[in-house]
């Protein structure tokens, strides 16, 4: 039996879910909306602020889904009620980011600027000109988000330069020694 697949999910005050017969699931609460098609073998349905997911039979697929329904469905519920937040943090000299209206732009020593447009659903803030904050109700968009920006510079292992999340462990090498 999947022990995930079987929690219950409790859904917090404010937050509404409407289920379909399709299993087409929305989910309103104060940080926004979310949508999503989940497989109809399963069988999901709400008893007042319990939401619980149940399939028809043993076969591996339904096996399989069930957990994966549970998690994907729980994390809307979470997303909408309090949100999601990745934390990035830019080192090296010279590396900074900006925030221009609704676009990015992060110098990281290339010889050109590079502008990244923020998705619909996020908000990013820079407090500092080191730090990102990415915040969605959607987990798949902020944390896409978030390793995209890192994607750009990856922090090396020599010197640790490059955009890394907050906590986020980067092991270091020795540089070469001389004689």
């Not at 859904?11 to 989910?27: F, H, K, L, M, R």
């Not at 980011?97 to 110098?107: D, I, K, M, R, W």
Request: hydrophobic share 35%.
């Amino acid at each position: 039996m999947s022990r995930i697949g079987n929690k219950v999910i409790q859904v917090p005050a404010g937050v509404t879910v409407t289920i379909s017969p399709e299993n087409y699931v929305v989910v309103k609460g104060p940080k926004g909306q979310l949508e999503f098609q989940f497989n109809e073998n399963l069988t999901i349905h709400q008893e007042g602020q319990e939401i619980k997911i149940s399939r028809p039979n043993d076969e591996i697929f339904t096996r399989k889904i069930h957990g994966t329904t549970r998690a994907l469905l729980a994390n809307m519920v979470n997303g909408v009620s309090t949100g999601f937040k990745k934390q990035l943090e830019i080192r090296g000299v010279g590396y900074r980011a900006a925030l221009q209206g609704n676009v990015v732009n992060l110098s990281l020593g290339y010889s050109h600027p590079i502008n990244l447009e923020i998705p619909a659903g996020l908000s990013v803030s820079i407090p500092k000109n080191t730090d990102i904050i990415i915040e969605g109700a959607d987990k798949q968009v902020v944390g896409e988000f978030a390793a995209k920006i890192r994607s750009y510079r990856k922090p090396e292992p020599y010197l640790g330069k490059g955009i890394r999340y907050v906590d986020e462990y980067v092991p270091r090498k020795a540089g070469k020694t001389a004689k």
